[in-house]
């Protein structure tokens, strides 16, 4: 069994952000063509950002879970939750979600990670 499982976001989520990006830049590419209004490569450069999100989105995981410890990590790539566990005190599995020793509830959005990668933490859990 593996050491540990990195968790990655659904495909449907950073697809979302592509597309929206794209679709803004090509709004504001339109708009800067029928108005000259040099404003709209501003918009067009905001316009970028759900892109890179998206991008980042497919190649960084969401979550790397081993059996003692999980990391959780926002979009940027910063550390926002990590838990850890000891032989005594063990992560518990209760209704396809991942608890603490204590029943305190782990913070991972299930929704927005990949299924088969969550089915995989599951079983590094057990």
């Not at 495909?11 to 404003?39: A, P, R, T």
């Not at 879970?65 to 979009?75: A, E, P, R």
Request: proline content about 2%; some cysteine; glycine content about 4%.
């Amino acid at each position: 069994m593996a050491k540990s499982v990195p968790i990655m976001y659904k495909k449907i989520w950073s697809n979302l952000y592509i597309f929206i990006g794209v679709i803004c830049v090509f709004i504001f590419l339109f708009g800067f063509i029928l108005i000259e209004d040099y404003l709209f490569i501003l918009y067009m450069l905001a316009a970028i950002f759900p892109i890179y999100f998206g991008i980042k989105m497919i190649k960084a995981p969401y979550a790397i879970v081993s059996v003692n410890k999980i990391k959780v990590f926002g979009l940027f790539g910063d550390l926002k939750h990590e838990y850890n566990s000891t032989l005594k005190q063990k992560f518990n599995k209760k209704n396809n979600r991942i608890y603490l020793f204590d029943g305190e509830k782990v913070k991972l959005n299930k929704w927005f990670v990949n299924v088969d990668d969550w089915q995989r933490a599951l079983a590094v859990i057990d």
